[in-house]
């Protein structure tokens, strides 16, 4: 039923050999990786509002959106020219991680991945928390903080499934809204730009109370609200905003997602993605210098009181526009579900995560990565209430710290290599370098007490966290090495069989054990009376079984200590022995069947799996199919079979 259920949600399994058709054509890539940058234009532009707002008199603050607008694409050419460098260096994937591991060192790298990490978790709980807030603006339900929570992780579940069947069938149905949301915002800026300069659109009616409001509630002093705004509250407002990069990085960690040639793919699609993000940040911007809308908490959103002004409040277009941006907005998680699994695969392969994360699920994703970042997002989620302003300060953290590190990293790349063209590469991502690093340091400073203090102290606990899992990583493979000198040497077997009383199921498993020809082999039960021995003992002569039969008593009806008892004496009696107990155990046709059956075990699993030498055998015995077996055996480590339990008074 689990499997059928499985089967139902991410679809029918697929071979290794098909990955190459799962590779992603650029229509369907830029849906993927560019989702997460092109939604960022939907909240960018309120969260420098969000700052300005509070310091600054308004509408004073709204003609500094333009100018930080051009600055912010102008930061985006750079950064992105600079990972064009990055995709046609490392075809494989060329993230902050993979580049600093080549040219910076472990420790670099080991905090570009640790920061990635966080940004792709961020992204995720970022964008399904402003996708709710789109459609709370469009039906008025915002101010409802359980309603988001609860809208943002049904969102959250969706998006995992989504991934889990596949990239290209998550990035086909993920296309539609990308390119939907890319239409009517080009609608909007378009017919607004028509309407400022030819109907004269003027700003929205009533802002200036609610901005007003806004500033009392953020605790300024209205009365001493300055025309000007200062260096300090300027550089805040552009860390807010320089969120239109986030994503850039997933185009480099992704381009073996991409149908050959890979990298010039990639790249294409790179220029592509500038392109539509930079148009769009400048033109969301520009509208927003005129109609002068601002942040209302628990209000409509910023994009949505323009969309209202331009198109008309409860119209077609702008529901349609509502929908858009609900629609890119959650989708854009996609981003992070494409670029997470992917990175900690990469920092699993190199020991510093739990090698399950490296490993392909069924359908040629990442499945565990797909499914720990859904569930770190959804703590964030729940933690900060899905909201949006609340997460932007740590989100800009990590994205530059992937920046500046990636930068960097191809900057001793060239000095190292010297390839054709280097010293031209060289001057693009030195100044993607330093860009970025200045960036860097603008937000950690600027947004230091606002909450991007919680990235540099969590970003360096999950590097430490990561050195931790390879140290033991590398203990477990110097234990486990062997010399070459040694060799597979002859060890006895003890093998004890437990029986509660003589059933089929206790015969089957003492037919099993003599077939292994153990060098000694014991049947062993525990009484707790006279009766109960004496019942045993007369079914062992009535069944002339041929095992020696060994008889524990415990006066206070415990079953695992006395087993564990006699366990370490033959271990003490025989060196370099081997222990093997063989446990019956009953197979039911219902799982609630097996709730009344062999639940002994899981204490002596427990119990056992501690002792040095010692294999438990579980055998299995099919009541319903007239007594068929399948013999379970344990790993060499030691511990008992799932649900194994041996027989005992009063079981048929």
């Not at 996609?334 to 920092?347: C, D, E, K, W």
């Not at 400073?445 to 050195?467: C, D, E, R, T, Y």
């Amino acid at each position: 039923m689990a499997s059928t259920f499985k089967r139902f949600l991410v679809g029918k399994p697929l071979a290794s050999n098909e990955q190459e058709h799962q590779a992603l054509g650029k229509p369907v890539a830029l849906a993927v990786f560019a989702s997460d940058a092109i939604s960022s234009t939907a909240y960018a532009t309120e969260e420098i509002l969000f700052v300005l707002l509070a310091g600054a008199t308004f509408p004073q603050t709204h003609k500094y959106l333009v100018p930080m607008a051009i600055v912010a694409v102008f930061l985006l050419a750079v950064v992105c020219t600079s990972y064009r460098q990055t995709l046609y260096a490392y075809p494989d994937g060329g993230g902050a991680y993979v580049v600093s591991r080549e040219n910076i060192g472990r420790t670099s790298a080991l905090v570009a991945g640790a920061s990635l990490l966080v940004d792709y978790t961020l992204t995720v709980a970022v964008s399904v928390s402003s996708g709710v807030l789109a459609i709370g603006s469009a039906f008025h339900f915002n101010h409802n903080a359980t309603l988001r929570v609860v809208l943002a992780l049904g969102f959250v579940v969706l998006m995992a499934l989504g991934n889990l069947r596949g990239l290209k069938e998550a990035g086909r149905v993920f296309a539609v809204p990308t390119y939907v949301y890319a239409l009517f915002l080009s609608l909007l800026i378009g017919y607004g730009i028509y309407r400022i300069g030819f109907q004269h659109l003027g700003s929205i009616p009533g802002n200036d109370a609610k901005a007003h409001r806004f500033a009392e509630e953020q605790g300024a002093d209205v009365a001493k609200l300055t025309g000007s705004v200062g260096l300090l509250l300027l550089l805040r407002a552009f860390s807010s905003g320089a969120v239109v990069l986030a994503g850039v990085e997933a185009m480099s960690n992704g381009v073996p997602a991409f149908r050959k040639p890979k990298s010039k793919n990639a790249a294409q699609t790179l220029t592509m993605m500038a392109f539509i993000l930079g148009a769009m940040t400048l033109g969301i911007s520009y509208l927003a210098s005129h109609l002068h809308p601002v942040f209302e908490e628990g209000g409509d959103t910023v994009l949505s009181q323009m969309g209202a002004a331009i198109f008309g409040q409860g119209s077609a277009i702008y529901y349609c526009l509502q929908f858009a941006t609900f629609g890119i907005l959650i989708l854009a998680a996609n981003t992070a579900y494409a670029g997470f699994p992917q990175l900690s695969s990469n920092i699993a392969s190199d020991g510093f995560l739990p090698r399950q994360l490296a490993n392909r699920g069924d359908r040629l994703v990442f499945s565990n990565g797909v499914l720990i970042l859904s569930g770190m997002a959804a703590l964030l989620i729940v933690a900060f209430k899905a909201e949006v302003s609340a997460l932007i300060p740590l989100y800009a953290v990590g994205v530059f710290v992937g920046f500046t590190l990636s930068q960097y990293g191809m900057v001793k790349h060239h000095l190292r290599l010297r390839e054709p063209k280097w010293r031209q590469s060289l001057v693009i991502n030195g100044l993607g370098c330093f860009m970025t690093g200045v960036v860097l340091v603008v937000v950690v400073i600027s947004k230091f007490a606002q909450g991007a203090w919680i990235p540099v102290v969590v970003i360096p606990s999950i590097v430490l966290l990561l050195k931790g899992i390879n140290r033991h990583y590398t203990s477990m493979d110097e234990l486990l090495e062997v010399p070459e000198t040694e060799k597979v040497r002859r060890r006895t077997n003890t093998v004890i069989v437990l029986v509660g009383r003589v059933t089929r199921g206790s015969l089957t498993a003492i037919a099993y054990a003599r077939s292994l020809n153990p060098d000694r082999l014991v049947a062993v039960t525990v009484v707790s009376n006279a009766e109960e021995q004496d019942r045993i003992t007369r079914q062992w002569e009535a069944h002339q079984i041929p095992v020696e039969l060994q008889t524990l008593y415990s006066p206070y009806r415990e079953l695992s200590r006395p087993i564990l008892r006699y366990v370490d004496d033959l271990d003490d009696r025989y060196d370099d022995d081997f222990v093997t107990v063989v446990v019956p155990e009953f197979a039911l046709d219902h799982w609630w069947q097996q709730l009344l059956h062999n639940q002994s075990a899981l204490l002596l699993r427990t119990r056992l799996r501690g002792r040095p030498n010692t294999v438990v055998t579980s055998v299995p015995f099919h009541v319903s199919k007239g007594g068929g077996i399948t013999v379970a055996l344990a790993h060499p480590d030691p511990l008992v079979a799932e649900g194994a339990e041996p027989a005992r008074q009063g079981d048929p």
